[in-house]
Protein backbone atom coordinates (compact mmCIF):
# COMPACT_ATOMS: atom_id res chain seq x y z
CA UNK A 1 0.00 0.00 0.00
CA UNK A 2 1.11 3.27 -0.92
CA UNK A 3 2.42 5.83 2.00
CA UNK A 4 0.90 9.53 1.89
CA UNK A 5 3.27 11.74 2.02
CA UNK A 6 2.06 14.13 4.92
CA UNK A 7 2.11 11.22 7.28
CA UNK A 8 5.46 10.14 7.36
CA UNK A 9 7.54 11.65 10.38
CA UNK A 10 11.04 11.54 11.22
CA UNK A 11 10.64 8.04 13.80
CA UNK A 12 8.65 6.23 11.18
CA UNK A 13 10.43 7.12 8.24
CA UNK A 14 13.77 5.53 9.86
CA UNK A 15 11.99 2.27 9.59
CA UNK A 16 12.12 2.14 5.58
CA UNK A 17 15.87 2.54 5.79
CA UNK A 18 16.59 -0.02 4.89
CA UNK A 19 14.32 -1.27 2.65
CA UNK A 20 13.50 -0.59 -0.94
CA UNK A 21 11.69 2.44 -1.52
CA UNK A 22 10.03 4.12 -4.97
CA UNK A 23 8.51 6.94 -5.34
CA UNK A 24 5.50 6.94 -7.90
CA UNK A 25 4.82 10.18 -9.50
CA UNK A 26 1.48 10.36 -11.67
CA UNK A 27 3.15 10.70 -15.57
CA UNK A 28 1.28 14.00 -16.83
CA UNK A 29 1.18 15.41 -20.30
CA UNK A 30 0.00 18.47 -21.89
CA UNK A 31 -1.09 19.24 -25.53
CA UNK A 32 1.92 20.67 -27.73
CA UNK A 33 0.18 24.37 -27.55
CA UNK A 34 -1.93 24.15 -24.39
CA UNK A 35 -3.92 27.04 -23.38
CA UNK A 36 -2.43 29.56 -20.78
CA UNK A 37 -4.60 28.52 -18.22
CA UNK A 38 -3.62 24.96 -18.48
CA UNK A 39 -0.12 25.72 -19.25
CA UNK A 40 0.36 27.02 -16.16
CA UNK A 41 -1.54 24.20 -13.93
CA UNK A 42 1.05 21.56 -15.68
CA UNK A 43 3.61 23.74 -15.06
CA UNK A 44 2.74 24.25 -10.95
CA UNK A 45 2.17 20.38 -11.32
CA UNK A 46 5.76 19.72 -12.18
CA UNK A 47 7.06 22.33 -9.22
CA UNK A 48 5.02 20.53 -6.94
CA UNK A 49 6.12 17.33 -7.30
CA UNK A 50 9.87 18.65 -7.34
CA UNK A 51 9.14 20.06 -4.13
CA UNK A 52 7.13 16.84 -2.32
CA UNK A 53 10.30 14.72 -4.17
CA UNK A 54 12.97 16.64 -2.33
CA UNK A 55 11.14 16.43 0.97
CA UNK A 56 11.15 12.19 0.56
CA UNK A 57 14.17 12.17 0.12
CA UNK A 58 15.35 13.98 2.99
CA UNK A 59 13.81 12.36 5.41
CA UNK A 60 13.29 8.50 3.58
CA UNK A 61 16.42 8.48 1.16
CA UNK A 62 18.22 9.83 -2.54
CA UNK A 63 16.93 8.60 -5.29
CA UNK A 64 19.59 6.48 -6.58
CA UNK A 65 17.54 5.10 -9.56
CA UNK A 66 15.09 6.84 -12.16
CA UNK A 67 11.87 5.28 -13.93
CA UNK A 68 10.46 6.23 -16.84
CA UNK A 69 7.29 4.83 -18.54
CA UNK A 70 7.70 4.53 -22.54
CA UNK A 71 11.56 4.08 -22.03
CA UNK A 72 13.03 0.84 -22.89
CA UNK A 73 16.30 2.50 -23.14
CA UNK A 74 17.98 4.17 -20.08
CA UNK A 75 21.31 6.71 -19.94
CA UNK A 76 22.21 9.14 -22.47
CA UNK A 77 19.48 7.72 -24.77
CA UNK A 78 16.75 7.77 -22.31
CA UNK A 79 17.23 10.82 -21.15
CA UNK A 80 17.24 12.46 -24.88
CA UNK A 81 14.02 10.64 -25.47
CA UNK A 82 12.42 11.93 -22.40
CA UNK A 83 13.40 15.61 -23.52
CA UNK A 84 11.31 15.06 -26.49
CA UNK A 85 8.47 13.20 -24.90
CA UNK A 86 7.96 15.62 -21.93
CA UNK A 87 9.41 18.49 -20.30
CA UNK A 88 8.23 17.96 -16.89
CA UNK A 89 9.24 14.60 -15.95
CA UNK A 90 12.55 15.46 -18.04
CA UNK A 91 13.11 18.38 -15.45
CA UNK A 92 12.59 16.14 -12.83
CA UNK A 93 14.66 13.06 -14.53
CA UNK A 94 17.67 15.46 -15.02
CA UNK A 95 17.32 16.98 -11.38
CA UNK A 96 17.93 13.57 -10.04
CA UNK A 97 20.87 12.17 -12.42
CA UNK A 98 22.80 14.97 -11.65
CA UNK A 99 23.18 14.16 -8.66
CA UNK A 100 24.72 10.57 -8.96
CA UNK A 101 21.44 9.18 -9.88
CA UNK A 102 20.96 6.06 -12.79
CA UNK A 103 17.98 5.95 -15.37
CA UNK A 104 17.06 2.49 -15.99
CA UNK A 105 14.91 1.24 -19.04
CA UNK A 106 11.66 0.06 -17.58
CA UNK A 107 10.12 -1.71 -20.44
CA UNK A 108 10.39 -4.01 -23.44
CA UNK A 109 10.97 -2.51 -26.38
CA UNK A 110 9.06 -5.29 -28.75
CA UNK A 111 5.83 -5.35 -25.69
CA UNK A 112 6.47 -1.13 -26.28
CA UNK A 113 5.19 -1.27 -29.53
CA UNK A 114 2.73 -4.05 -29.98
CA UNK A 115 0.84 -2.51 -26.76
CA UNK A 116 1.06 1.16 -28.40
CA UNK A 117 -0.22 -0.04 -32.14
CA UNK A 118 -3.32 -1.98 -29.94
CA UNK A 119 -4.14 1.10 -28.38
CA UNK A 120 -3.86 2.83 -31.50
CA UNK A 121 -6.10 0.60 -33.05
CA UNK A 122 -8.54 0.93 -30.07
CA UNK A 123 -8.62 4.43 -31.05
CA UNK A 124 -10.08 4.44 -34.65
CA UNK A 125 -13.57 4.20 -33.73
CA UNK A 126 -14.78 0.20 -34.71
CA UNK A 127 -17.76 -0.63 -36.01
CA UNK A 128 -17.42 -4.70 -35.95
CA UNK A 129 -17.99 -5.96 -32.59
CA UNK A 130 -16.23 -9.07 -33.97
CA UNK A 131 -12.60 -6.71 -34.54
CA UNK A 132 -13.06 -4.62 -31.48
CA UNK A 133 -13.38 -7.59 -29.52
CA UNK A 134 -10.67 -9.52 -31.05
CA UNK A 135 -8.27 -6.60 -30.68
CA UNK A 136 -9.35 -5.62 -27.74
CA UNK A 137 -8.26 -9.28 -26.44
CA UNK A 138 -5.39 -8.76 -27.71
CA UNK A 139 -4.60 -5.45 -26.07
CA UNK A 140 -5.56 -6.99 -22.86
CA UNK A 141 -2.70 -9.32 -23.48
CA UNK A 142 -0.03 -7.55 -24.25
CA UNK A 143 -0.46 -5.14 -21.54
CA UNK A 144 -0.44 -8.07 -18.70
CA UNK A 145 2.58 -8.95 -20.15
CA UNK A 146 4.00 -5.58 -20.21
CA UNK A 147 2.84 -4.85 -16.71
CA UNK A 148 4.76 -7.89 -15.71
CA UNK A 149 7.88 -6.64 -17.38
CA UNK A 150 7.65 -3.61 -16.03
CA UNK A 151 7.28 -4.97 -12.25
CA UNK A 152 10.45 -7.36 -12.73
CA UNK A 153 12.54 -4.43 -13.86
CA UNK A 154 11.87 -2.87 -10.86
CA UNK A 155 11.84 -5.78 -8.60
CA UNK A 156 15.46 -6.70 -10.46
CA UNK A 157 17.06 -3.12 -10.20
CA UNK A 158 16.04 -1.34 -7.53
CA UNK A 159 18.50 -2.58 -4.56
CA UNK A 160 18.14 -2.87 -1.00
CA UNK A 161 18.11 -0.21 0.84
CA UNK A 162 17.74 2.52 -2.70
CA UNK A 163 15.17 4.73 -3.12
CA UNK A 164 13.59 5.40 -7.03
CA UNK A 165 11.75 7.22 -8.72
CA UNK A 166 8.98 5.50 -11.61
CA UNK A 167 7.33 8.28 -13.60
CA UNK A 168 3.90 6.69 -15.03
CA UNK A 169 0.33 7.29 -16.14
CA UNK A 170 -2.04 6.85 -13.46
CA UNK A 171 -4.46 3.93 -14.25
CA UNK A 172 -1.80 1.29 -14.70
CA UNK A 173 -2.15 -2.16 -13.27
CA UNK A 174 1.54 -2.89 -12.37
CA UNK A 175 1.75 -4.89 -9.36
CA UNK A 176 4.81 -3.52 -7.41
CA UNK A 177 7.37 -6.81 -5.82
CA UNK A 178 6.60 -7.47 -2.09
CA UNK A 179 9.54 -5.74 -0.08
CA UNK A 180 9.11 -1.88 -2.60
CA UNK A 181 7.71 0.31 -0.17
CA UNK A 182 5.40 2.85 -2.26
CA UNK A 183 4.99 6.26 -2.12
CA UNK A 184 2.57 8.21 -3.80
CA UNK A 185 3.36 11.57 -5.04
CA UNK A 186 0.14 13.59 -5.76
CA UNK A 187 -0.02 17.79 -5.26
CA UNK A 188 -2.46 19.43 -5.42
CA UNK A 189 -1.99 20.76 -8.94
CA UNK A 190 -3.11 17.34 -10.06
CA UNK A 191 -6.73 17.93 -8.86
CA UNK A 192 -6.92 20.99 -10.26
CA UNK A 193 -5.57 19.29 -13.69
CA UNK A 194 -8.24 16.81 -13.62
CA UNK A 195 -10.91 19.50 -12.75
CA UNK A 196 -9.89 21.65 -15.89
CA UNK A 197 -9.91 19.08 -17.85
CA UNK A 198 -13.53 18.00 -16.59
CA UNK A 199 -14.91 20.99 -17.38
CA UNK A 200 -13.76 22.18 -20.68
CA UNK A 201 -14.94 18.75 -21.70
CA UNK A 202 -18.30 19.49 -20.77
CA UNK A 203 -17.92 22.97 -22.08
CA UNK A 204 -17.06 21.36 -25.50
CA UNK A 205 -19.52 18.41 -25.38
CA UNK A 206 -22.46 21.39 -25.09
Known sequence: MAEELGKIER????????????YLVPLVFAPRE???ELAKIVARYWDQVENH?????SKLGTVKRV?????????????????????????????RLEKGAELEAVEDAELLAEFMDWSRCLSVGLQSPKVFTKIYE?????????????????????????????????GHQV???KGIQVFYVA???????K?????HETERQE
Not at 12 to 22: H, I, T, V
Not at 73 to 80: F, H, M, R
Not at 143 to 165: F, H, M, V
Not at 195 to 199: A, F, I, M, S
Open 195 to 199: RWVRE
Open 67 to 95: YHELMPVGGDEGTKAIEELNVGSHKITTA
Open 175 to 177: QFA
Open 53 to 57: LSNLE
Open 138 to 170: AFSDVQKKRNEYISKRLDDTLKEGEAGILLMRE
Open 187 to 193: PPALDEM
Open 11 to 22: PEAEQFQSERKL
Open 34 to 36: PEE
